[in-house]
């Protein structure tokens, strides 16, 4: 088996291993894989390859990281739904009918507290969360 074989096979095994969730570290150490593997398959030394690879991944690994902050679709600021204190939602109709609570860029299924009508486009305070549906004031 020649070097890049090895390098081709490390990277596949990366993106693999992102599936599971890593936050795009896997996935950034897989890009540098396949960065190695060119410099392998163009036949650099496998000392070189070592610090290209170490390279790619400093260089990789953090800017993936911001990237992926920066353009994710979810514009959350609390790590989970309900966990800040004082958040505020907006309700909103979808096509169907039903209503959803819109915080920070997701929906959720919504129930009032009181039993108040829902009404889309009102500001709402959340209580708190039953599994995932929102309780409203």
Same mark, same amino acid.
């Given at each position: 088996?020649?070097?890049?074989?090895?390098?081709?096979? =490390?990277?596949?095994?990366?993106?693999? @291993?992102?599936?599971?969730?890593?936050?795009?570290?896997?996935?950034?150490?897989?890009?540098?894989? @396949?960065?190695?593997?060119?410099?392998?398959?163009?036949?650099?030394?496998?000392?070189?390859?070592?610090?290209?690879?170490?390279? /790619? /991944?400093?260089?990789? =690994? *953090?800017?993936?990281?911001?990237?992926?902050?920066?353009? =994710? *679709? $979810?514009?959350?600021? $609390?790590?989970?739904?309900?966990?800040? $204190?004082?958040?505020?939602?907006?309700?909103?109709?979808?096509?169907?009918?039903?209503?959803?609570?819109?915080?920070?860029?997701?929906?959720?299924?919504?129930?009032? /507290? $009181?039993?108040?009508?829902?009404?889309?486009?009102?500001?709402?305070?959340?209580?708190?969360?039953?599994?995932?549906? /929102?309780?409203?004031?």
């Amino acid at each position: 088996m020649l070097a890049w074989h090895g390098w081709l096979i =490390a990277a596949l095994l990366l993106f693999l @291993l992102e599936l599971t969730g890593t936050g795009f570290v896997a996935f950034a150490l897989g890009l540098a894989a @396949l960065i190695t593997m060119a410099a392998a398959w163009l036949g650099v030394g496998l000392a070189t390859q070592w610090f290209i690879f170490a390279i /790619a /991944a400093l260089v990789l =690994a *953090p800017a993936l990281k911001y990237l992926f902050r920066r353009y =994710a *679709p $979810s514009q959350r600021t $609390s790590f989970l739904a309900g966990e800040g $204190s004082q958040q505020q939602g907006e309700i909103v109709q979808l096509p169907s009918g039903d209503y959803r609570l819109k915080l920070e860029g997701d929906l959720f299924m919504v129930r009032s /507290a $009181s039993g108040a009508e829902l009404t889309a486009g009102i500001q709402v305070k959340v209580c708190r969360f039953d599994g995932i549906t /929102a309780i409203i004031d």
